[in-house]
């Protein structure tokens, strides 16, 4: 059987679910969970993805996110593969942890109707699958984005982006507001049987539920992606970047490229005579490779690095640096400024 399209486009929104293999637990413990969010953040900071809502259940996951750019495929390649990487190693295993491609379904997050009710059904997935008679309602949503949803701006994690989401509730970013969304949460909890059906927005006519389809929304924007379908869906066949996500993600790493050259005082002449490890060159490489996807191969073209295999240990020390030295940490933050 074909597998689904991946239709990705500047702004597209996207309801993701993933499942362990086997239906395998994706965290043994509450550390796995601290880690995959910890990759997550990364993937957002490289991809300048709008992280709206999570959930982590115990054996899959649930996203609703926005790419900026139509970077999905290459952004969720990445994350996954880091965090099995990371599992793996934590717990001396081998092997695959997700079962297959993830799920991504499109959500016309224009219409508040379905955003909201895909940040619902998130927020709620927890309590749904019987968490909530163990641990209570507030315990069922710890692994959830409600705890940064609940926090004011200044102690939420700022990868995290709830203020579009509260706007659908009509709730404003404020202690006021986010208790008003709190208690909307908690009473279609306490008032509803929970089944999906019930989830689905009044004169909902588009495909799909919030859990099935390639498309949550109504008959109009479904119209309107299958009427761009050529141009969203125009990818290599070795499943690289397209040409409209590869432009734009090496457009910002020569972006950096360029902003790092400036801060150190380098010619293109100097960047590509020095050695392949000096500090400066480590802090450029360092800073494309934490906020954008582009390959090995192109950061050690790029600056002269030597092959791509070699840029992995450079790699390496150059993180040691960032963590060690607060001013190559202040370097990095210079340099990606404007990139955020």
């Known amino acids: 059987m074909a597998r689904p399209l991946r239709i990705e486009y500047p702004g597209a929104v996207y309801h993701l679910q993933n499942y362990g293999n086997r239906n395998m637990p994706i965290y043994e413990d509450d550390d796995d969970r601290d880690l995959f969010l910890a990759t997550l953040r990364e993937a957002t900071e490289r991809c300048r993805w709008n992280v709206y809502a999570y959930a ?3 054996n ?8 900026v750019e139509p970077n999905l495929s290459d952004g969720m390649k990445w994350m996954l593969t880091a965090y099995t990487q990371r599992f793996n190693r934590r717990h001396g295993y081998t092997g695959h942890l997700f079962g297959g491609r993830y799920h991504s379904m499109l959500v016309e997050a224009a219409n508040s109707h379905y955003f909201s009710t895909i940040i619902d059904y998130i927020h709620l997935n927890p309590a ?6 163990v641990r209570g309602f507030e315990g069922a949503g710890k692994w959830t984005s409600l705890p940064a949803w609940m926090a004011a701006p200044e102690h939420r994690p700022a990868w995290i982006q709830p203020e579009r989401g509260l706007a659908c509730f009509a709730c404003e970013d404020t202690e006021e507001g986010r208790l008003k969304y709190y ?3 908690l009473a279609r909890y306490e008032a509803e049987s929970m089944d999906e059906r019930s989830l689905i927005p009044l004169g909902h006519t588009g495909p799909g539920t919030v859990q099935r389809g390639w498309c949550y929304g109504s008959k109009a924007f479904r119209q309107s992606i299958l009427s761009n379908l050529k141009e969203y869906t125009r990818r290599p066949a070795d499943g690289s970047l397209g040409k ?3 432009e734009a993600s090496e457009h910002l790493a020569e972006n950096i490229v360029k902003r790092g050259c400036r801060a150190f005082g380098l010619t293109q002449e100097e960047l ?3 050695a392949y490890s000096h500090p400066d060159k480590l802090v450029i490489a360092l ?3 934490k906020t ?10 790029r600056l002269n690095m030597g092959t791509p295999r070699s840029l992995g240990t450079l790699l390496h020390r150059a993180k040691k640096m960032y963590a060690e030295d607060a001013k190559v940490r202040a370097w990095i933050d210079r340099i990606t400024a404007e990139t955020r």
């Open 56 to 58: 982590l259940m115990d």
């Open 60 to 67: 899959h996951f649930h996203l609703l996110l926005e790419t």
């Open 128 to 133: 749904r699958s019987g968490i909530a008679r």
């Open 183 to 185: 208690n909307h949460l």
């Open 244 to 246: 409209c996500g590869q």
């Open 272 to 274: 590509h005579s020095t």
């Open 287 to 289: 800073a494309v490779h």
């Open 292 to 301: 954008t996807i582009v390959p090995y191969a192109w950061i050690s073209n």
